[in-house]
């Protein structure tokens, strides 16, 4: 029997219409775990470097994390991946909500999506019953409307949807796929577009096994609990009014400009009311005690629910407020754009308009007031109307396509990807290798274990060192107590703090953990719920193979390495790994050269950042170092 | 009523739907109490107890699986309430033929709340931190016939297919040899 896991994936292939059920294999669990692991191991195999993500060979994967639907607390992540025609690099995308343990109870870790429908269609999956449905009549319809259609014409009010609205349909760049009030990002959305799939609804009535239940029972039900009354897990956003940390340090418009003094107690004072006037109640995902997500009534507008710096992304683009998103972000929800990549593209659009480099003859009748002028470049986005049309394809490509000096707006990109707008004095050596080396391509999906900054006194840090249990080994305990200076730290203590930073994110990736439970939040206060030391033993006890810290940590570095050969072997190299260069106003390229050098060391990867073969080989990754040194990428 | 029956106390289990998140923890619990060996399977299917979800309606409700019925009622009012639509079903127990709701996925027979009652509290209500379920005990009522499990699979068979017909399956099902 197989425990926490059902032991089949779903092949679903568009061109043809062919369904498959198949069987897996046990010994890719273990290798693996769930979730991104095993989705990684089956594009490296299956989708070469030579398959544009246009095409119907590229693969669009939506793998349950191993844990789900157990009773592992806070275990509800579906991992999307694909290659993104954006980067031309493996895209990695999470959702929350209750898809993912739905499509287990139906029967299926996975879902696999190969080829390309010939009209819009949707995947229906009941149990065993499998269908691709016509969707010519949902064309063009905001997510949660075609959620609300196809569960009634199905009559399954149970199920759960995942759809692409307005952007996915358009094959826009920064499109999302929505479910519920959560949604998976950067880079999934415009492939399930290009394969014509609208949506994919799950209705699940099978039974999860877990292998020794009543141990842990007992233990996630103490953990429920403890969760629920911690102040350490789950996003603080959504209780904390005080809201200056992103206003006064993250830039506005197209990540251009800090406004230091921007908060207030007045404007918090403001804030407050609009939120607390317009919020229905804070809800959270499946199986977890917190409550992440405002659901939120604005007048006039279609109710939506929104968490963390979401809810800040528009009006800080467009130098508004907060009424600005509650009037924007809904509809901008339903069209399926993701929150982060697009504010930033509609905020470039229009600093080239100032520029003079975007003309009138560009956007005819475009409005004066930026606010304006962000509704106006949405909806040209989201159609791929005139200007929109370039501007889909993200700040990288449409400067340019656009050129005439473009390009030097292109500020806030990483490989070919926007990132978080942050713009600061000093160097931060651990944030230097995480935005650079990070393949997931947010800084937030690489950080979250180590503080972000040291304690001020001797005395606060022994404070906060005393109750760490996360720590993977005492030696971090030690780098906290001795850290007084952001930028003064050794390379050395850098690198295994970006390890393990990195680590726990690949650990959630696989197992579906909510990354505010465990790898996120660590770095706020240090008392995390899920950490290297704990997570191992709910893996034992839920799925019956034994589990400790080096496994689990060899399977991090497994699942990391076969993600970055993916990427090399689509031609990621050291040149590519450069943080904005205007990301932090004071550079010095000698020493962030020896700092990612000795990184690239660390991880046993060689001066151009392509993984050894002793690493590989070692990590059991032997078809790789095989295929690498085939393909000329290692030599022998 | 008897003088003994108003002075027995049965538990029941309150609801503030205000603290609902949608965690659906009540149903991983119930499903595994009820799983056998206990906690060896989670199937919200198999929970007697659902949270009807609607979130663009704001409609988060765990109701619990109380009474069979064979014929579905004519229950189709609505009800406001601060501004959200609620239908009549949201609040319902009932297992009925006119939704798909507290029916064991494998038989299709009916599941009903049992308010796990050598437990300390229903495993619904310990399993909810958020205090969205509380258990409390409140005066018995009386009811005619007290149906246990088993009658009323029976119940819904004999329903479904006629009393005839379950008796002759029963009987050649029991033959010996």
């Given at each position: 029997?197989?425990?926490?896991?059902?032991?089949?994936?779903?092949?679903?292939?568009?061109?043809?219409?062919?369904?498959?059920?198949?069987?897996?294999?046990?010994?890719?669990?273990?290798?693996?775990?769930?979730?991104?692991?095993?989705?990684?191991?089956?594009?490296?195999?299956?989708?070469?470097?030579?398959?544009?993500?246009?095409?119907?060979?590229?693969?669009?994967?939506?793998?349950?994390?191993?844990?789900?639907?157990?009773?592992?607390?806070?275990?509800?992540?579906?991992?999307?991946?694909?290659?993104?025609?954006q980067t031309?690099?493996?895209?990695h995308s999470v959702m929350g909500?209750?898809?993912?343990?739905?499509?287990?109870?139906?029967?299926?870790?996975?879902?696999?999506?190969?080829?390309?429908?010939?009209?819009?269609?949707?995947?229906?999956?009941?149990?065993?019953?499998?269908?691709?449905?016509?969707?010519?009549?949902?064309?063009?319809?905001?997510?949660?409307?075609?959620?609300?259609?196809?569960?009634?014409?199905?009559?399954?009010?149970?199920?759960?949807?995942?759809?692409?609205?307005?952007?996915?349909?358009?094959?826009v760049y920064s499109a999302s796929?929505?479910?519920?009030w959560s949604s998976a990002a950067r880079g999934?959305?415009?492939?399930?577009?290009?394969?014509?799939?609208?949506?994919?609804?799950?209705?699940?009535?099978?039974?999860?096994?877990?292998?020794?239940?009543?141990?842990?029972?007992?233990?996630?039900?103490?953990?429920?609990?403890?969760?629920?009354?911690?102040d350490g897990v789950g996003d603080w956003m959504a209780v904390d009014e005080d809201d200056s940390f992103h206003h006064n340090h993250f830039s506005w418009g197209n990540s251009r400009m800090r406004r230091r003094n921007f908060w207030s107690p007045e404007l918090e004072d403001r804030w407050y009311n609009l939120k607390y006037?317009n919020m229905?109640?804070q809800?959270?995902?499946?199986?977890?005690?917190k409550?992440c997500i405002n659901?939120i009534?604005y007048?006039?507008?279609?109710?939506f629910g929104y968490k963390c710096f979401g809810k800040d992304t528009y009006h800080m683009a467009a130098f508004k407020e907060l009424d600005f998103s509650y009037e924007i972000l809904g509809v901008a929800q339903?069209?399926?754009f993701d929150s982060y990549s697009t504010p930033q593209v509609i905020a470039f659009g229009i600093e080239l308009y100032e520029a003079?480099?975007?003309?009138?003859?560009?956007?005819?009748?475009?409005?004066?007031d930026p606010g304006d002028r962000t509704w106006?470049l949405l909806?040209?986005i989201?159609?791929?109307?005139?200007?929109?049309?370039?501007l889909?394809?993200g700040i990288y490509?449409a400067a340019?396509?656009?050129?005439?000096?473009a390009e030097a707006y292109d500020h806030n990109s990483t490989k070919k990807f926007e990132q978080i707008p942050i713009k600061l004095g000093k160097l931060n050596p651990a944030y230097f290798l995480m935005i650079a080396t990070g393949e997931k391509m947010a800084i937030t999906q690489i950080e979250g274990s180590f503080p972000q900054d040291p304690l001020p006194?001797?005395?606060?840090?022994?404070?906060?060192?005393?109750?760490?249990?996360?720590?993977?080994?005492?030696?971090?305990?030690?780098?906290?107590?001795?850290w007084?200076k952001r930028n003064?730290i050794?390379?050395?203590?850098t690198?295994?703090i970006v390890?393990?930073n990195e680590?726990m994110h690949?650990?959630?990736?696989?197992?579906?953990?909510c990354a505010f439970?465990s790898s996120f939040r660590g770095q706020f206060g240090g008392?995390i719920?899920?950490?290297?030391?704990?997570?191992?033993?709910?893996?034992?006890?839920?799925?019956?193979?034994?589990?400790?810290?080096?496994?689990?940590?060899?399977?991090?570095?497994?699942?990391?390495?076969?993600?970055?050969?993916?990427?090399?072997?689509?031609?990621?190299?050291?040149?590519?790994e450069r943080p904005p260069e205007d990301h932090w106003a004071v550079r010095d390229?000698?020493?962030e050269?020896?700092?990612?050098?000795?990184?690239?060391?660390?991880?046993?990867?060689?001066?151009?950042?392509?993984?050894?073969?002793?690493?590989?080989?070692?990590?059991?990754?032997?078809?790789?170092?095989?295929?690498?040194?085939?393909?000329?990428?290692?030599?022998? | 009523?008897?003088?003994?029956?108003?002075?027995?106390?049965?538990?029941?289990?309150?609801?503030?739907?205000?603290?609902?998140?949608?965690?659906?923890?009540?149903?991983?619990?119930?499903?595994?109490?009820?799983?056998?060996?206990?906690?060896?399977?989670?199937?919200?299917?198999?929970?007697?107890?659902?949270?009807?979800?609607?979130?663009?309606?704001?409609?988060?409700?765990?109701?619990?699986?109380?009474?069979?019925?064979?014929?579905?009622?004519?229950?189709?009012?609505?009800?406001?309430?601060?501004?959200?639509?609620?239908?009549?079903?949201?609040?319902?127990?009932?297992?009925?033929?006119?939704?798909?709701?507290?029916?064991?996925?494998?038989?299709?027979?009916?599941?009903?709340?049992?308010?796990?009652?050598?437990?300390?509290?229903?495993?619904?209500?310990?399993?909810?931190?958020?205090?969205?379920?509380?258990?409390?005990?409140?005066?018995?009522?009386?009811?005619?016939?007290?149906?246990?499990?088993?009658?009323?699979?029976?119940?819904?068979?004999?329903?479904?297919?006629?009393?005839?017909?379950?008796?002759?399956?029963?009987?050649?099902?029991?033959?010996?040899?």
């Amino acid at each position: 029997m197989r425990y926490s896991e059902t032991g089949y994936q779903l092949e679903v292939d568009l061109s043809r219409g062919n369904i498959e059920r198949i069987e897996t294999d046990p010994k890719l669990t273990e290798l693996h775990l769930g979730g991104q692991g095993i989705n990684a191991k089956i594009i490296y195999d299956r989708v070469g470097p030579e398959v544009d993500p246009f095409s119907p060979d590229n693969l669009l994967i939506f793998g349950t994390g191993l844990l789900l639907a157990t009773p592992v607390v806070g275990a509800n992540r579906t991992i999307v991946n694909t290659i993104s025609p954006q980067t031309g690099l493996f895209a990695h995308s999470v959702m929350g909500g209750w898809f993912g343990p739905e499509l287990k109870h139906a029967g299926y870790d996975r879902i696999i999506i190969r080829g390309k429908a010939d009209g819009l269609v949707y995947l229906y999956i009941n149990n065993d019953k499998v269908e691709i449905r016509d969707a010519s009549h949902l064309r063009g319809k905001g997510v949660t409307e075609t959620a609300t259609l196809i569960k009634e014409e199905l009559k399954e009010p149970n199920a759960q949807v995942a759809a692409i609205g307005l952007a996915g349909e358009n094959r826009v760049y920064s499109a999302s796929i929505e479910h519920g009030w959560s949604s998976a990002a950067r880079g999934v959305g415009v492939i399930m577009g290009d394969k014509r799939l609208k949506a994919i609804v799950v209705r699940g009535t099978k039974d999860i096994n877990i292998a020794r239940p009543a141990e842990l029972w007992e233990l996630t039900v103490r953990l429920r609990k403890e969760m629920c009354e911690s102040d350490g897990v789950g996003d603080w956003m959504a209780v904390d009014e005080d809201d200056s940390f992103h206003h006064n340090h993250f830039s506005w418009g197209n990540s251009r400009m800090r406004r230091r003094n921007f908060w207030s107690p007045e404007l918090e004072d403001r804030w407050y009311n609009l939120k607390y006037d317009n919020m229905d109640r804070q809800i959270g995902c499946y199986n977890c005690p917190k409550a992440c997500i405002n659901v939120i009534s604005y007048p006039g507008r279609k109710r939506f629910g929104y968490k963390c710096f979401g809810k800040d992304t528009y009006h800080m683009a467009a130098f508004k407020e907060l009424d600005f998103s509650y009037e924007i972000l809904g509809v901008a929800q339903e069209y399926g754009f993701d929150s982060y990549s697009t504010p930033q593209v509609i905020a470039f659009g229009i600093e080239l308009y100032e520029a003079g480099i975007l003309t009138d003859k560009d956007m005819p009748d475009f409005p004066v007031d930026p606010g304006d002028r962000t509704w106006y470049l949405l909806e040209k986005i989201a159609r791929r109307e005139g200007i929109g049309d370039v501007l889909a394809n993200g700040i990288y490509w449409a400067a340019r396509q656009i050129g005439n000096g473009a390009e030097a707006y292109d500020h806030n990109s990483t490989k070919k990807f926007e990132q978080i707008p942050i713009k600061l004095g000093k160097l931060n050596p651990a944030y230097f290798l995480m935005i650079a080396t990070g393949e997931k391509m947010a800084i937030t999906q690489i950080e979250g274990s180590f503080p972000q900054d040291p304690l001020p006194t001797r005395e606060e840090r022994e404070e906060f060192v005393s109750k760490w249990d996360a720590v993977p080994d005492e030696k971090f305990k030690q780098y906290f107590l001795e850290w007084e200076k952001r930028n003064e730290i050794s390379n050395e203590r850098t690198c295994a703090i970006v390890d393990w930073n990195e680590a726990m994110h690949y650990i959630d990736d696989s197992t579906g953990l909510c990354a505010f439970v465990s790898s996120f939040r660590g770095q706020f206060g240090g008392g995390i719920a899920y950490h290297i030391n704990n997570i191992p033993n709910q893996i034992t006890l839920a799925t019956g193979m034994e589990f400790d810290k080096d496994k689990l940590w060899k399977v991090f570095q497994r699942n990391r390495t076969l993600v970055r050969a993916i990427n090399v072997r689509r031609g990621l190299r050291r040149a590519d790994e450069r943080p904005p260069e205007d990301h932090w106003a004071v550079r010095d390229e000698e020493l962030e050269q020896k700092l990612l050098g000795d990184y690239y060391e660390f991880k046993g990867w060689n001066m151009e950042g392509i993984p050894t073969k002793v690493t590989l080989d070692e990590l059991g990754l032997n078809y790789v170092s095989e295929d690498f040194l085939q393909r000329g990428i290692l030599k022998p | 009523m008897s003088t003994e029956l108003a002075n027995q106390k049965v538990r029941n289990i309150k609801v503030d739907l205000d603290k609902c998140n949608g965690c659906r923890s009540c149903e991983i619990a119930c499903s595994a109490f009820h799983a056998k060996p206990k906690y060896s399977s989670i199937n919200p299917a198999r929970s007697r107890i659902r949270v009807t979800m609607d979130l663009l309606n704001d409609e988060y409700v765990p109701i619990r699986a109380t009474d069979y019925t064979k014929a579905g009622c004519d229950g189709r009012r609505t009800y406001t309430i601060r501004g959200k639509e609620y239908s009549e079903c949201s609040f319902c127990g009932t297992v009925c033929p006119t939704r798909d709701l507290f029916k064991e996925p494998d038989s299709g027979l009916p599941l009903k709340c049992d308010m796990c009652e050598d437990e300390k509290e229903p495993l619904c209500v310990q399993a909810c931190p958020r205090g969205v379920l509380t258990c409390e005990e409140i005066d018995a009522v009386q009811e005619e016939v007290k149906l246990d499990d088993m009658e009323l699979g029976m119940r819904s068979l004999i329903d479904k297919f006629g009393s005839k017909k379950v008796a002759d399956t029963y009987n050649r099902m029991t033959k010996k040899g």
